[in-house]
């Protein structure tokens, strides 16, 4: 069974750092690209960062650009998002995701084929 599984989110003050996880199992998702999307409460799903395959290309929204990283360990099929400088609009579930095409992330996220089960992360003021 295919399983992404995250970890990390919390509460946390406004100008805070939180390191969120994705662990893989189930399949060969090291060739895999994989990303956050988030959704606030109200709001759509919206693309956060996504990272190749190889680590070589990475991307980012442009409202967290500066503040957050994006990375992964193959070794351990798991990808990470480390949050700095966050800011209360930040609240959201987080999702991990993957999928087969990078491409696939830089968008509305609907074409994406795997999904975590979200993580909470609350930013205070």
């Known amino acids: 069974q295919v399983q992404l599984v995250e970890s990390g989110g919390g509460l946390v003050q406004a100008g805070g750092s939180l390191r969120l996880s994705c662990a893989a199992s189930g399949r060969t998702f090291r060739n895999y690209a994989m990303g956050w999307f988030r959704q606030a409460p109200g709001k759509e799903r919206e693309f956060v960062a996504a990272i190749s395959w190889n680590s070589g290309s990475t991307d980012y929204a442009d409202s967290v650009k500066g503040r957050f990283t994006i990375s992964r360990d193959n070794a351990k099929i798991t990808e990470y998002l480390q949050m700095n400088s966050l800011k209360p609009e930040d609240t959201a579930v987080y999702y991990c995701?993957?999928?087969?095409?990078?491409?696939?992330?830089?968008?509305?996220?609907?074409?994406?084929?795997?999904w975590g089960q979200g993580t909470q992360v609350t930013v205070s003021s």
């Open positions: 995701a993957a999928d087969s095409q990078y491409s696939d992330f830089l968008s509305t996220g609907r074409a994406v084929g795997y």
